[in-house]
């Protein structure tokens, strides 16, 4: 029921934020430029409707009458329809559209608010591009909308590159076992030497502690691939 019911206030507010909003301040200051505020003001009187004027906050093309007044304007020969396109383009209020789109590029950030805005949970799919060997997954949301998650993108290898990732992948592997095996080779060799001073002491106790560390990272490297052991149970019925 909370989805439901954040899923209509979405839509509400996407309907009521995408109308186009007209400033009355900039209706009066553009209308002045074309030298046209005196005869519309007293249009406004004449056609009755100075009290939806004066109790107006904004002007919005979704008003009922909206397209009815624009249009009578223009018929009673106040402005040209050009003229009045010019004065509502002037007063346009961008402030909605831009709360929109602010609202709208924040839920984008989530799977949630990508299916509040796009009808629901997508269908995922992965992609490749032919040309640029690019896989991606592309999640198709019930309204058509496709986001593609910017993290699933990663290159197909061929498998001559497949092979030349994993020789470089085991020649580092090697390297390093072979720098750890010649760290504790070194560690052991001062062991060797007998403790004669409380400085030789502490040297060896850290040796002793280096040695420990790095035999442990030494066994996991070269331990065996571990493999998936398969058991057969054989259940047979009571008394056999």
């Known amino acids: 029921m909370k989805k439901l019911a954040a899923t209509v206030?979405?839509?509400?507010?996407?309907?009521?934020?995408?109308?186009?909003?007209?400033?009355?301040?900039?209706?009066?200051?553009?209308?002045k430029s074309a030298g046209k505020w005196d005869a519309l003001k007293s249009w406004i009187a004449s056609a009755g409707y100075a009290d939806e004027w004066q109790a107006a906050a904004f002007f919005s093309d979704q008003y009922p009458a909206f397209a009815q007044?624009?249009?009578?304007?223009?018929?009673?020969?106040?402005?040209?329809?050009?003229?009045?396109?010019?004065?509502?383009?002037?007063?346009?209020?961008?402030?909605?559209?831009?709360?929109?789109a602010a609202a709208y590029a924040h839920d984008m950030q989530s799977s949630a608010g990508r299916a509040r805005w796009h009808g629901g949970n997508p269908v995922s799919e992965y992609r490749t591009n032919e040309t640029t060997r690019i896989i991606e997954r592309a999640d198709i949301y019930p309204d058509g909308w496709e986001y593609?998650?910017?993290?699933?993108?990663?290159?197909?290898?061929?498998?001559?590159?497949?092979?030349?990732?994993?020789?470089?992948?085991?020649?580092?592997?090697?390297?390093?076992?072979?720098f750890l095996q010649a760290s504790i080779d070194k560690y052991r060799a001062q062991l060797a030497v007998p403790a004669t001073n409380d400085e030789l002491i502490v040297s060896q106790a850290k040796a002793r502690l280096q040695i420990a560390s790095m035999q442990r990272t030494l066994d996991r490297l070269t331990a065996p691939a571990v493999t998936t052991n398969e058991v057969v149970i054989t259940v047979l019925p009571p008394g056999n």
């Open 9 to 31: 206030l979405a839509a509400a507010l996407c309907l009521a934020l995408s109308a186009a909003q007209y400033s009355k301040l900039g209706i009066i200051t553009a209308a």
């Open 148 to 178: 593609v998650d910017p993290a699933s993108r990663r290159k197909a290898l061929t498998p001559e590159e497949a092979a030349a990732r994993a020789a470089s992948r085991r020649t580092a592997k090697e390297m390093r076992i072979a």
């Open 69 to 100: 007044i624009t249009n009578a304007v223009v018929a009673s020969g106040v402005a040209t329809a050009l003229e009045v396109e010019s004065i509502l383009a002037a007063a346009r209020d961008t402030a909605p559209d831009a709360l929109l």
